[in-house]
């Protein structure tokens, strides 16, 4: 992992678009909570086949005006046509976002056509060819290897795809094994990539919930984590310090051994994320 290290280290957090007027509220108070923390950007969600991309549209700007932090959205291209790509990037530059996590996305319940783009990579191509340098982009990366990937060697394929169509660095899908991101490294540096590629690390909340995210994504759950996490039954206040605890070793494993960032994937929530942040000693940053 020796070419990660001369990246000098991003923090950011995910957030997902809200679509109740208390989740509105709920979420504005976690942005504050987080914004001074002073991370390097928010990113924000992009529902299946766009489903979303008006809240995120809306809560992206809100995060840019009211915390003065850079908002990156998700811009999926599964079941969108170019010429809606290119309205919502044309809002974008509009409203002063330079930004972007650009995402196949997942195809929506009953949908039947893909849209305009099959892959992440065309989708790149295309906003290079429309916008130019105008967006730092970044893309997603799987260090277990994407589910639905035949093996291995067409996962980092797919994924050099992605960099040759012009993406600047990628976020990990969330692992708690960091040798599997060590390895996915160690495979790009093999065949040429030498970009950021930022661990993204998911806060322990709930057992349930982990479960049923990591089935649907493919991450896979230690059985000594899975255990732990069983044994707490529904105590959240243990679940959480267990979950602090286990995530912060995670994270200063990964930072000393190269790690050019993490991106912590929040659900909207501040607490944890805030505890293993200060735990990783980040926040001095604030008074650098």
Not at 61 to 86: F, L, M, Q, W, Y
Request: net charge negative.
């Amino acid at each position: 992992m020796e070419s990660q290290k001369q990246y000098t280290p991003t923090f950011s957090f995910e957030f997902y678009p809200p679509k109740t007027p208390e989740a509105i509220g709920k979420l504005q108070t976690t942005q504050a909570e987080l914004a001074k923390l002073n991370p390097d950007f928010f990113s924000v969600t992009f529902g299946a086949g766009g489903s979303t991309r008006d809240m995120t549209f809306e809560t992206v700007v809100d995060i840019h005006n009211k915390t003065g932090i850079i908002a990156a959205p998700h811009i999926s291209c599964i079941g969108s046509e170019s010429n809606d790509i290119k309205a919502i990037l044309d809002k974008y530059i509009e409203s002063g976002i330079t930004r972007i996590v650009a995402l196949r996305g997942d195809l929506p319940s009953g949908s039947v056509g893909y849209g305009h783009f099959r892959y992440a990579n065309e989708l790149i191509e295309f906003i290079r060819k429309e916008t130019g340098d105008h967006f730092h982009i970044e893309v997603a990366a799987y260090p277990e290897f994407h589910p639905q990937a035949p093996n291995p060697r067409a996962d980092i394929e797919n994924f050099k795809k992605k960099i040759d169509a012009g993406a600047n660095g990628a976020i990990t899908q969330y692992f708690y094994n960091p040798f599997a991101y060590y390895r996915f490294i160690d495979s790009c540096e093999k065949i040429g990539l030498d970009i950021p590629i930022v661990a993204g690390i998911m806060p322990i909340v709930s057992c349930t919930q982990l479960q049923r995210f990591s089935e649907a994504c493919g991450a896979e759950i230690p059985r000594w984590i899975l255990k732990r996490l069983q044994e707490f039954g529904d105590d959240r206040v243990s679940i959480r310090e267990f979950g602090v605890d286990v995530t912060t070793e995670l994270c200063e494993q990964l930072l000393t051994n190269g790690a050019p960032g993490l991106h912590f994937y929040t659900m909207n929530q501040s607490v944890a994320s805030t505890a293993i942040w200060k735990n990783l000693g980040i926040d001095q940053r604030v008074n650098d």
